[in-house]
C-alpha cells in the first residue's frame, strides 16, 4: 500500500487522555479524546543532546496532556458554524 519504503519503527510512548467540557455554544456536554505521542529515535533528544528515554518523555507528555486539559474553550463545529454565519 505504501510501496517497498523501508521503515524503521521506534519505540513509541503515548497516553490518550479523555477531556469532558462544554460547548461554548449550546452548553451541551463534550468528550473530546486525544492521544500524545513521542517516539524514542536517535533524533528526538534532550537540552543536554541525549536520546530522550520514555520515562522523559512520559514526563513531558503529561505537560502536554494538562495543558491540553486546562483548556476548556471546546465548542461544536456546527454550533460555531451557527454562531458565525
Ligand atoms: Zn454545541
Given at each position: 500500500?505504501?510501496?517497498r519504503t523501508i521503515r524503521t519503527t521506534f519505540q513509541?510512548?503515548?497516553?490518550?487522555?479523555?477531556?469532558?467540557?462544554?460547548?461554548?455554544?449550546?452548553?451541551?456536554?463534550?468528550?473530546?479524546?486525544?492521544?500524545?505521542?513521542?517516539?524514542?529515535?536517535?533524533?528526538?533528544?534532550?537540552?543536554?543532546?541525549?536520546?530522550?528515554?520514555?520515562?522523559?518523555?512520559?514526563?513531558?507528555?503529561?505537560?502536554?496532556?494538562?495543558?491540553?486539559?486546562?483548556?476548556?474553550?471546546?465548542?461544536?463545529?456546527?454550533?460555531?458554524?451557527?454562531?458565525?454565519?
Amino acid at each position: 500500500m505504501f510501496g517497498r519504503t523501508i521503515r524503521t519503527t521506534f519505540q513509541e510512548v503515548s497516553i490518550t487522555v479523555t477531556k469532558k467540557a462544554k460547548c461554548k455554544f449550546c452548553n451541551k456536554k463534550i468528550v473530546r479524546r486525544k492521544k500524545f505521542c513521542q517516539t524514542i529515535n536517535p533524533f528526538n533528544k534532550n537540552s543536554n543532546g541525549e536520546i530522550k528515554q520514555s520515562s522523559e518523555i512520559r514526563e513531558e507528555l503529561k505537560i502536554e496532556k494538562n495543558k491540553w486539559l486546562e483548556d476548556l474553550n471546546e465548542y461544536h463545529q456546527k454550533c460555531y458554524e451557527e454562531d458565525v454565519l
